[in-house]
Nanobody, 121 residues
Framework: QVQLVESGGGLVQAGGSLKLSCAAS???????AGWFRQAPGKEREFVAA????????YYADSVKGRFTISRDNAKNTVDLQMNGLKLEDTAVYYC???????????????WGQGTQVTVSS
């Protein structure tokens, strides 16, 4: 069974930075790894994704220019560097993997347990 474990969440002031990490027990022939988030009372939304093979990255408009996703194929890890955090970035952040294209959000079939990110004013 593939396991994804996120770490690095916490409380940070607006404008600050956090780095999330996701460790996968295996890549399970996945093509992309992604980060998603869910704020209270809202639906889960896509944040960023990276291709395992060629490292191409993709971002939601709301985080473009502030967040950076990266992967380490040797360690099966995916990081999300978050800079310039805003109050609206507060959410539980999840990493997930998919064998399909990164934007086929329904195809992400392995998920981590989530890590809380809280941005305060």
């Amino acid at each position: 069974q593939v396991q994804l474990v996120e770490s690095g969440g916490g409380l940070v002031q607006a404008g600050g930075s956090l780095k999330l990490s996701c460790a996968a027990s295996e890549r399970a022939f996945s093509s992309y790894a992604g980060w998603f988030r869910q704020a209270p009372g809202k639906e889960r939304e896509f944040v960023a994704a990276v291709s395992w093979s060629h490292g191409s990255t993709y971002y939601a408009d709301s985080v473009k220019g502030r967040f950076t996703i990266s992967r380490d194929n040797a360690k099966n890890t995916v990081d999300l560097q978050m800079n310039g955090l805003k109050l609206e970035d507060t959410a539980v952040y999840y990493c997930a993997i998919t064998r399909r294209y990164y934007s086929d959000y329904a195809s992400y079939n392995y998920w981590g347990q989530g890590t809380q990110v809280t941005v305060s004013s």
